[in-house]
């Protein structure tokens, strides 16, 4: 099945600071999206993002298809941005989409 | 406009027992996924359905794992014999259609088997 790699596995900033995390997937996919977990282990979809670029408020994500790469960009970080951020991507096989999520980037923002 | 559903929040049952978890999905949205998240890990897919039909379940244990959509609404997913290793969170995602749209995720049911 398609591999999904997120990078870095953790980060640490001090609020105020800009950060990209990155996802990597090995195959072609018909969408990818970006989540972000809570602490309190809810999952909040952030972007629905198969290609292209989308901002929303101090965060924008990218996506290029074509070189199997997305990155999400967190912009004058806050200390609710904490949390375990995802990215998943669906690939069409044999008429089925498979969801498939990365392991995520553990992100700690200190005050 | 609510949100998914999940019931009950938490349950901690002895290995061998049953147990069933509930979810209610947003309103008007077909797609519906059951996950389970171990610690430290991404969600996995266990079955999708479009409607009543269920459509991706190549995951689910199906030796021990059953799962239901009466009516293309509510689902519920059961586990039975529970074994030591299904200890983790249970996770429902809804979204309005294949490849349409972003899901949605309940808060999801934390299972601990002893």
């Known amino acids: 099945g398609i591999q999904v790699e997120q990078s870095p596995p953790d980060l640490i900033l001090q609020e105020g600071a800009n950060s990209t995390l990155r996802c990597n997937f090995s195959?072609?996919?018909?969408?990818l999206q970006w989540f972000h977990q809570n602490p309190w282990g809810q999952l909040i979809n952030l972007f629905y993002?198969?290609?292209g670029t989308k901002q929303n408020g101090r965060l924008s994500a990218t996506t290029v298809a074509t070189e199997r790469y997305s990155l999400l960009y967190i912009s004058s970080s806050q200390t609710t941005d904490s949390g375990v951020y995802f990215c998943?991507?669906?690939?069409?096989?044999?008429?089925?989409?498979?969801?498939?999520f990365g392991r995520g980037t553990s992100l700690i923002v200190h005050p | 406009e609510a949100g998914v559903v999940q019931s009950p929040r938490y349950k901690i049952i002895e290995k061998k027992q049953p147990v069933a978890f509930w979810c209610n999905p947003i309103?008007?949205?077909?797609?519906l996924y059951w996950y389970l998240q171990n610690l430290g890990q991404g969600p996995e897919l266990l079955i999708r359905y479009e409607n009543e039909e269920a459509v991706d379940d190549s995951q689910l244990p199906k030796d021990r794992f059953s799962a239901e959509r009466l009516k293309g609404v509510d689902s519920t997913l059961k586990i039975q014999p529970a074994e030591l290793g299904d200890s983790a969170v249970y996770l429902c995602a809804s979204s309005l259609g294949l490849n349409k749209d972003t899901q949605y995720f309940g808060p999801g049911t934390r299972l601990t088997v002893l």
């Open positions: 998943a991507v669906e690939q069409a096989s044999g008429g089925s989409y498979i969801p498939t």
């Open positions: 993002i198969p290609s």
């Open positions: 195959d072609s996919v018909n969408n």
């Open positions: 309103s008007g949205h077909n797609t």
